[in-house]
């Protein structure tokens, strides 16, 4: 009877361990390739070696799906017996990447994609910096006496004049307002710079933390591949797999502390709100008057710091990340995202709502102010 410590064992030994090739998303992949069995049975066994000495998520899935996992994968295995292309190799290997429940990997091979399945779009509104940014990846503004910031993409500013040009307009649709509506609706994440930037304009510069803790691999392939990455591992114990990279979990803000804005913030989000688009609500989430606004998030920051590699002989691409995270007071993030304060049924449009809300405050202070 298999076990996960046989498969393991087997995918480990079949083939010499070596580091992983790295990829580059942009060429063209050759789908009609011919491999020879032995070329695909070394091309499964290096990916099961990817996940088994590389992945930052291995040792955090539950056994079972490990064990799934793997069993699939041996099950092709052991059925190549004779040359195939890389598309009956890709098609073949889909079905294992779709049950792995992580947002940021994927295999790809040309022009197909493979990746854990994401639920179909909830309508929630248009992203803002679409309607009124004539197709920019921004808008900012006021409307009224509400800050307005819109982002379709998180990108980075071309240089430090720029950023610093962004931390103004930023500081100037706040100032004076009565709210604020951040926009990330359809934003499927890219450079987390200016999320950053705008959550210390928020919160101050307090450092606070997107994740509870975080773990790195640390097998010798592992670090080989990750030499290339920003993240820095000089301070790690490299003795320990996977091993803590950083412990958020005493983090608790100043007594007393007050942020530098501190009226209230809505966070419109969808589900396909991404990655460094939901960095936000992760460090927002200390803000006493934020409230998000919307459908659940995507979920896709739990694994990360993320390389394209390839497979030597079929070409498939994956990308796979070395670092595993844990958020405060959410478990299987991937699957459920950030989870809204105001949810807003299919075809209700979150800025409205947002609107409506900031009306109800204002009236209800009025009220209030003439007792």
Request: with cysteine; proline share 5%; glycine share 6%.
């Amino acid at each position: 009877m298999q076990t996960l410590e046989n498969l393991e064992r087997k995918f480990l030994s079949i083939i010499p361990i070596k580091p992983f090739e790295l990829g580059d998303v942009r060429a063209t992949t050759d789908s009609d390739k011919q491999l020879t069995a032995e070329q695909a049975k070394q091309d499964i066994a290096t990916l099961a070696q990817m996940f088994i000495n590389a992945y930052g998520g291995w040792p955090f899935y539950p056994k079972l799906l490990r064990f799934r996992i793997l069993n699939k994968l041996n099950r092709i295995y052991d059925k190549i017996t004779r040359p195939i292309t890389a598309a009956e190799l890709f098609t073949q290997l889909k079905p294992i990447i779709e049950i792995m429940p992580d947002n940021h990997l994927w295999i790809k091979l040309g022009d197909n994609l493979a990746k854990y399945p994401h639920k179909p779009r909830i309508d929630v509104g248009t992203n803002l910096a679409i309607t009124h940014g004539n197709g920019k990846k921004y808008w900012i503004d006021k409307i009224g006496n509400v800050g307005v910031i819109a982002f379709s993409k998180c990108f980075a500013p071309d240089d430090k004049e720029n950023m610093e040009q962004f931390r103004n307009r930023i500081r100037d649709v706040m100032a004076g307002t009565r709210a604020i509506i951040i926009d990330m609706r359809d934003n499927g994440g890219g450079s987390p710079l200016i999320m950053s930037m705008i959550c210390d304009e928020i919160m101050g510069p307090v450092g606070i933390p997107r994740t509870k803790r975080m773990w790195s691999r640390t097998t010798p392939q592992a670090q080989e591949l990750y030499q290339y990455s920003t993240l820095s591992r000089d301070h790690i114990d490299k003795t320990v797999d996977p091993t803590i990279v950083a412990d958020n979990t005493k983090f608790k803000l100043p007594t007393d502390y007050k942020p530098l804005y501190d009226r209230p913030i809505y966070i419109l989000q969808n589900n396909k709100t991404a990655s460094s688009a939901e960095h936000l609500q992760a460090q927002l989430r200390y803000h006493p008057q934020m409230q998000i606004v919307g459908s659940n998030s995507s979920g896709c920051m739990q694994y990360t710091n993320y390389q394209t590699l390839k497979l030597e002989h079929s070409g498939i691409l994956i990308q796979l990340a070395s670092v595993y995270a844990e958020f405060f007071g959410i478990k299987h993030f991937e699957t459920h995202g950030f989870t809204p304060d105001i949810k807003c049924l299919d075809g209700t449009d979150a800025f409205a709502v947002a609107m409506v809300d900031i009306e109800k405050a204002k009236t209800l202070q009025s009220q209030t102010s003439e007792r």
